[in-house]
């Protein structure tokens, strides 16, 4: 075969053809093709292109392509993120203040004069809490039911370690809840020594069913963030009281977990109402960032001077707040992506869920 025969055969064989074919269709030497075809690029060439090389190529592009979406889309896991948040409550824990407790733990046998005095200027710091942010939606319904109807009493946890209703009333607050002629909502102020009571069972505030009573720690100050968990709670009472299913339901079902959703939403907004509009600001800006993949991914990518910008929107925190306040940024950021990202989704479906996942992963 002549050179530029060899040539010829060489780029038909490339291009796919069969030495059959080229023999055929130009009337070479079958064999002499056969023999140029056995060169070393075309048997990698032939191999390749018949069917073990086709199914070959195939798998290796999709272990490619499954590999490179791996790396792109990848989730850190529910443990990475979990650690994480602990990590950036662990950075506003750093910028707390000491918990400054109005009493301890009272005796049952004194004069309570000092603490009634606090207890009734708290009361004053609520009433006014619910005047204040009264045009906020879920407030207003607060509003409505507890303005004027809230009587304070003291809880003694002194015989005993016992869940029997035992609380200090004076004359003066007997008065009042006398005066209230209907839907008194009792909240009972406790001391920093009865946190290991099994009544309290370390928790900071929470609206207690079976005595239909909203607890709160003496806990001095009277920032904004005190108004919002209040007003959290009170969601609590009123739900308990108006019936709703989100108040018996089991514990993170989904009227449970809804009931939470709305009263951690009130506590968004009248934090958000405290200081002119800033705090959703600053969430916005954070969640704008994001390329809204994934909701975890986006808590994960949370730094540590995102969240102390965030908190510096504040009064600082003292020791026993950072747990709570933590929780609610948590909660702030995840539910402003998902009404950046999820506009078209049932929003109420993935508050809920959003919320599941912070409770797993927090
Ligand atoms: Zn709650």
Do not use: C
Not at 12 to 17: A, R, S, T, V, W
Not at 240 to 262: F, L, Q, Y
Not at 280 to 288: D, I, P, T, W
């Amino acid at each position: 075969m002549k050179k530029e025969e060899i040539q010829f055969v060489r780029s038909q064989l490339y291009e796919g053809k069969t030495p059959r074919q080229i023999a055929k269709e130009y009337g070479l030497n079958r064999v002499e093709i056969q023999k140029i075809g056995k060169e070393p690029i075309f048997k990698i060439k032939m191999n390749l292109s018949g069917f073990f090389g086709k199914v070959f190529f195939v798998i290796v592009l999709s272990l490619l392509f499954i590999w490179i979406g791996y790396r792109l889309i990848k989730e850190p896991s529910q443990e990475e993120t979990g650690q994480k948040l602990r990590v950036l409550a662990e950075v506003i824990h750093a910028k707390s203040v000491p918990d400054r407790w109005h009493f301890e733990k009272l005796p049952s046998a004194i004069n309570f004069a000092e603490e009634i005095s606090f207890v009734t200027s708290r009361l004053q710091i609520l009433e006014n809490s619910l005047e204040k942010h009264k045009r906020i939606p879920g407030v207003d319904i607060l509003y409505k039911m507890f303005a004027g109807k809230l009587y304070p009493t003291i809880f003694i946890s002194e015989r005993g370690r016992t869940y029997s209703r035992q609380v200090v009333r004076t004359e003066e607050m007997n008065q009042r809840v006398g005066q209230i002629k209907k839907g008194a909502q009792e909240i009972v102020f406790y001391g920093r020594g009865d946190l290991n009571h099994p009544k309290i069972g370390d928790r900071t505030l929470f609206y207690d069913r079976n005595w239909r009573a909203l607890f709160l720690p003496s806990l001095e100050g009277s920032d904004l963030w005190k108004e919002a968990l209040f007003l959290h709670e009170l969601w609590h009472a009123k739900s308990h009281r108006d019936g709703s299913i989100g108040a018996i339901a089991p514990e993170n079902s989904d009227p449970w977990v809804d009931e939470e959703v709305e009263a951690h939403l009130i506590e968004q907004t009248v934090l958000n109402n405290g200081i002119d509009d800033r705090y959703r600001q600053a969430l916005s800006e954070l969640v704008r960032k994001d390329n809204g993949s994934s909701l975890q991914k986006f808590l994960h990518s949370v730094k540590a001077e995102d969240i102390l910008g965030i908190d510096a929107l504040f009064e600082r925190p003292m020791v026993r707040e950072v747990g709570l306040r933590a929780a609610q940024y948590y909660f702030d950021l995840s539910t402003t992506w998902i009404s950046f990202y999820k506009k078209e989704g049932d929003m109420k479906k993935e508050r809920r869920e959003a919320y599941r996942l912070l409770r797993r992963i927090s």
